[in-house]
């Protein structure tokens, strides 16, 4: 400081042992906790602002999991159903189902973008694939209940009666 | 690892070689640069630290009733709660003839959903009716409030030695509710 230089110091020596310990032991831990963005979320075109719950803690599955995205473009303003599914073989199978009626270079997709008619096709589809899977309803918080209530019309008459809204944790 | 050294004292090993057990002299004035190590495990420690998330999204669980059931219910045991489309909430119990649907509040809903429910004890079915335009974040809120009146409620059941049953369920609006939600 003041402009004056700085002479070096001759055999200045600074242990950097217990620094180099803590900071070896942070870096273990955050590779570890380091959980990298999926297929779905790279492929995903819009930004989900979910809305905040507190009531419920329990955390979503990694597998078997479909879940059904509303969200909004933020380009065109767009709302849209988004249906994708965790795992790859389960994909395989509801993608090329021929009782969907979509593009065929879609089905290579790992998130589609869906109607309503569809949509309730694709639940079937995934219902007779994967008994196991579970649903999860990640919604944008603008949009209106329409959209939820004729979703979840489409999910009764699939047969997929239980399912999840994903929500933020409330601070 | 170093430890077994006195133990087998063998003569013949040559000095000099690496397996020689000969104890390590410590080096007066030997300093490694740890710098360049330092650099680089901040730099891995930045990285990690910015890509993770450690907010995780949770979940709220929901069922609706499948297609081939029709649950009866009987008008007394019923507690119907209206959203109109500007997000008030009306709610009344039983029939809407004899008694006049009441405004309230979210924050409202969770004392009304307990006591109603504890009045009634397991009989109670609570039918929420949201108009399709209310926006999203209110419909979480709702079930939010509804949900932790839940918890509520099943440690008061239990702590008389009984079992929570039933939910709420949510149904679909019917036009005859749009009609008296426009008058209110």
């Not at chain 1, 419920?56 to 994708?84: E, F, H, M, Q, R």
């Not at chain 2, 009733?65 to 039983?94: A, C, H, W």
């Amino acid at each position: 400081m003041g402009g004056r230089i700085k002479k070096k110091r001759p055999g200045f020596y600074l242990d950097m042992t217990p620094l180099v310990d803590i900071a070896f032991l942070l870096l273990t831990f955050f590779m570890f906790t380091a959980k990298f963005k999926s297929d779905t979320e790279n492929e995903q075109k819009f930004k989900i602002t979910r809305p905040v719950a507190s009531a419920d803690t329990s955390k979503l599955p990694d597998k078997d999991l479909a879940t059904i995205k509303i969200g909004i473009d933020s380009v065109t303003n767009d709302t849209s159903y988004y249906y994708s599914l965790s795992n790859e073989a389960d994909r395989k199978v509801v993608y090329s189902s021929d009782k969907i009626q979509i593009p065929d270079d879609m089905r290579q997709k790992v998130i589609l973008k869906v109607d309503i008619k569809n949509l309730e096709a694709l639940l079937r589809q995934t219902r007779m694939a994967n008994v196991r899977m579970k649903f999860a309803i990640d919604a944008d918080k603008r949009i209106t209940y329409k959209w939820i209530e004729d979703l979840m019309e489409a999910m009764r008459k699939s047969n997929a009666t239980i399912f999840n809204f994903v929500t933020d944790r409330q601070n | 690892m170093g430890g077994g050294g006195s133990l087998g004292r063998e003569p013949k090993v040559k000095r000099g070689s690496f397996a020689t057990k000969r104890k390590k002299k410590k080096r007066v004035g030997f300093v490694l640069d740890m710098t360049p190590l330092v650099d680089i495990a901040f730099l891995l420690l930045t990285f990690f630290m910015l890509s993770t998330t450690l907010t995780t999204p949770q979940t709220m669980e929901m069922s609706v009733p499948p297609e081939t059931e029709n649950v009866e219910v009987k008008q007394s045991e019923l507690l119907t709660v209206l959203v109109r489309d500007d997000g008030q909430i009306f709610k009344y119990m039983g029939d809407k003839n004899t008694e006049k649907p009441q405004k309230i509040s979210v924050k409202e809903l969770r004392a009304v959903s307990v006591t109603e429910n504890m009045r009634m004890e397991n009989k109670l079915i609570m039918s929420l009716r949201i108009s399709p335009k209310v926006p999203y974040n209110l419909v979480i809120k709702i079930l939010d409030e509804l949900n932790i009146a839940e918890t509520e409620i099943t440690q008061r059941l239990s702590a008389k030695g009984m079992k929570r049953e039933r939910k709420f369920a949510l149904t679909p609006m019917t036009p005859e509710d749009v009609e008296d939600l426009k008058v209110l």
